[in-house]
């Protein structure tokens, strides 16, 4: 059974950068591409960004494009998360996902979930 593990999230002020890694286990983590959504109190989940099992495609939603950056480890089993800039608005927990469907940025395109890892950004 895959199982994603995420780490990296906490308590960071704005125009700060936090770095989130999501490891996955019990499966070949090049069979799979992997997103990263978050979801803020009060809200739905969103889409934030996402990676072909190839890295050959990339995508990021506007609101993080040009501050977060998303990349890919096969040797470690690990997805990687950069945020940088951090606003008070990109608080939220933040969910690693692997799929195997062409469409990315769609939360029904991802058969397994991480349980998640917090990111606050205020002052």
């Known amino acids: 059974q895959v199982q994603l593990l995420e780490s990296g999230g906490g308590l960071v002020q704005p125009g700060y950068s936090l770095k989130l890694s999501c490891q996955l286990s019990?499966?070949?983590?090049?069979?799979?591409?992997m997103g990263w959504f978050r979801q803020a109190p009060g809200k739905q989940r969103e889409f934030v960004a996402a990676?072909?099992?190839?890295?050959?495609?990339?995508y990021y939603a506007d609101s993080v494009k040009g501050r977060f950056t998303i990349w890919r480890v096969d040797a470690e089993n690990t997805v990687y998360l950069r945020m940088t800039s951090l606003n008070p608005e990109d608080t939220a927990v933040y969910y690693c996902?692997?799929?195997?469907?062409?469409?990315?940025?769609?939360?029904?395109?991802?058969?397994?979930w991480g349980q998640g890892t917090p990111v606050t950004v205020s002052r």
């Open positions: 019990g499966g070949t983590f090049r069979d799979y591409g």
């Open positions: 990676i072909s099992w190839n890295a050959g495609r990339l």
């Open positions: 996902a692997a799929g195997q469907k062409y469409i990315m940025t769609e939360a029904d395109s991802y058969d397994y």
